[in-house]
């Protein structure tokens, strides 16, 4: 079997190694949840232990509809505050959406409190096309979707 000159065969082996020691330590851990009795009967439901933790783990779907009068967004962004989202158009010819999500499990055992808490951040980058008006934007909240609006300069007729 001939191998790369680039890589060599023991380094192949250490990735495979190694990605096989990730996976197995990841999914164990899902398993070490499903098995964990410290927790509060409510928690013991191990898909929704892992919806809170993974609810920080994502990114916003988007949606972007254009005609000829504006663009518009549509990020979908379920549990996260709208004081926790920043629109930000400080680069030429784009639109970056940012925020921060949170979630916080506290729960006592034997008398001690426990508070666990994840944090996350998710970024989506629009390119805007060149007659996007970025100072007539607007953006609207209509339930979990953040909808923004970007007016376009009218074409030449």
Same mark, same amino acid.
């Given at each position: 079997?001939?191998?790369?000159?680039?890589?060599?065969?023991?380094?192949?082996?250490?990735?495979?190694?190694?990605?096989?020691?990730?996976?197995?330590?990841?999914?164990?851990?899902? /398993?070490?949840?499903?098995?964990?009795?410290?927790?509060?009967?409510?928690?013991?439901?191990?898909?929704?232990?892992?919806?809170?933790?993974?609810?920080?783990?994502?990114?916003?779907?988007?949606?972007?509809? /254009?005609?000829?009068?504006?663009?518009?967004?549509?990020?979908?962004?379920?549990?996260?505050?709208?004081?926790?989202?920043?629109?930000?158009?400080?680069?030429?010819?784009?639109?970056?959406?940012?925020?921060?999500?949170?979630?916080?499990?506290?729960?006592?055992?034997?008398?001690?409190?426990?508070?666990?808490?994840?944090?996350?951040?998710?970024?989506?980058?629009?390119?805007?096309?060149?007659?996007?008006?970025?100072?007539?934007?607007?953006?609207?909240?209509?339930?979990?979707?953040?909808?923004?609006?970007?007016?376009?300069?009218?074409?030449?007729?």
């Amino acid at each position: 079997m001939s191998t790369s000159p680039l890589v060599p065969s023991s380094a192949v082996a250490r990735a495979g190694r190694d990605m096989e020691l990730l996976f197995d330590g990841f999914f164990s851990s899902i /398993e070490s949840l499903r098995e964990n009795k410290t927790l509060p009967s409510e928690y013991h439901d191990v898909n929704s232990i892992i919806g809170n933790i993974s609810s920080c783990l994502w990114t916003p779907r988007v949606e972007r509809e /254009e005609d000829n009068g504006e663009l518009r967004i549509k990020a979908h962004l379920p549990n996260v505050p709208s004081d926790q989202i920043r629109i930000d158009t400080s680069t030429h010819g784009r639109l970056k959406i940012c925020g921060e999500c949170s979630t916080r499990i506290v729960y006592e055992d034997n008398g001690d409190y426990i508070s666990e808490r994840q944090l996350g951040q998710f970024e989506k980058d629009i390119l805007l096309p060149t007659t996007a008006r970025v100072g007539q934007m607007t953006a609207v909240f209509e339930g979990p979707l953040l909808v923004i609006v970007v007016p376009k300069v009218a074409p030449h007729v």
